[in-house]
């Protein structure tokens, strides 16, 4: 479905990494072979973000055929000495995503910026100059890159894919305090989990985060105030729009 705010890019890079939690426990990481609905967040806000709005994943395309390769690592190790790791990462990947902002309701006080045609053009803009920040794909070593698409268009390596892939029980995302939908899960912390498949095509379809019934509490959160001193909305750009 396609929303008036609809956002669509491709992102891709030389190598991944959407580690599995369950992987981490002795140092080891290895990725899961789709990107998880945080990341893909994480990508679009790099590309632009406000806290007047929340962006919502809609889906993910898969281009590229889903390879891996383990590398060994020496990770920080802050007690001193040397460790040997091994990281399972994505490689060659390519992907179409599908996103579009919602307004946060949980920020009354940003109601002035709610300006949703100033935001949709300000984040196309930022999707053709590759973004605002740094895009990683998962982890800091995996650099993307972000440009414009069109969500379904181009051959995906799953185009002639018979029947579906099936990832099981993922990772899905965090939900933030100032972010939170649903009452139980205002003022706290809260990790999501879903149980992800990939149809022909590629296309991943996500849930909503408040969609998400498995999920997990980790502990109470205050939301950040935001105010005249730390807060700069769509105003940021009026000079770039007037042309100077």
Not at 130 to 143: A, H, P, S
């Amino acid at each position: 479905m396609k929303y008036r705010n609809t956002v669509e890019f491709q992102v891709s890079g030389d190598y991944a990494l959407f580690s599995d939690p369950v992987t981490r426990v002795g140092g080891e990481k290895c990725s899961y072979h789709i990107p998880t609905y945080e990341a893909l967040k994480g990508i679009l806000q790099s590309v632009y973000w406000k806290p007047t709005f929340v962006w919502i994943i809609d889906a993910v395309r898969v281009m590229n055929p889903i390879r891996t390769e383990t590398k060994g690592i020496r990770p920080i190790c802050y007690n001193g000495g040397n460790e040997l790791a091994y990281y399972t990462y994505l490689k060659n990947v390519c992907y179409q995503v599908r996103a579009h902002f919602e307004w946060n309701e949980n920020r009354p006080e940003l109601e002035q910026d709610r300006n949703e045609h100033k935001h949709h053009n300000i984040a196309r803009r930022m999707i053709a100059r590759g973004g605002r920040r740094d895009v990683f794909l998962g982890t800091r070593e995996c650099q993307g890159y972000v440009e414009p698409c069109v969500f379904g268009e181009g051959e995906s390596a799953y185009d002639d894919l018979d029947g579906e892939i099936a990832y099981g029980f993922l990772y899905h995302g965090i939900t933030y305090a100032d972010e939170a939908v649903l009452p139980e899960d205002k003022g706290k912390l809260t990790v999501r989990f879903w149980h992800a498949r990939m149809t022909r095509g590629g296309e991943v379809k996500f849930l909503r985060p408040e969609q998400c019934v498995e999920k997990r509490h980790i502990k109470e959160m205050e939301m950040k105030i935001f105010c005249q001193e730390n807060f700069c909305g769509a105003e940021e750009f009026s000079d770039e729009e007037a042309g100077l």
